[in-house]
């Protein structure tokens, strides 16, 4: 079993700063790619950011220059660095990591979300 344990969430001004968390614990051989994802009150859940062990990213247009995706791999923990936040950045931020198990089993996980209301 992988879990995924999420974070650094809370209550932000529009204009303010958070930084999310989240660290993988469990039967991992190697780790792919991590990203955030997030779904906003009546929207679908939309790709944030991505960052693969090679250290490449990308960012969904909505953020581009405020979020910085970053990991360490040796804690098995990715980050999001969210500036200049935004009143429609609020939503329930989820972690996900791409990672086999073994050498013969590749599996996704989610973490359990974590609530970033952004608001004056």
């Known amino acids: 079993q992988v879990q995924l344990v999420e974070s650094g969430g809370g209550s932000v001004q529009p204009g303010g700063s958070l930084r999310l968390s989240c660290t993988a614990s469990?039967?991992?051989?190697?780790?792919?790619?991590m990203a955030w994802y997030r779904q906003a009150p009546g929207k679908q859940r939309e790709l944030v950011a991505t960052?693969?062990?090679?250290?490449?990213?990308t960012y969904a247009d909505a953020v581009k220059g405020r979020f910085t995706i970053s990991r360490d791999n040796a804690k098995n923990t990715v980050y999001l660095k969210m500036n200049s936040l935004k009143p429609e950045d609020t939503a329930v931020y989820y972690c996900?990591?791409?990672?086999?198990?073994?050498?013969?089993?590749?599996?996704?996980?989610w973490g359990q979300g974590t609530q970033v209301p952004v608001s004056s």
């Open positions: 996900n990591v791409d990672l086999w198990n073994t050498p013969i089993v590749r599996q996704t996980y």
């Open positions: 960052i693969t062990t090679a250290d490449t990213t």
């Open positions: 469990g039967s991992i051989f190697s780790m792919i790619a």
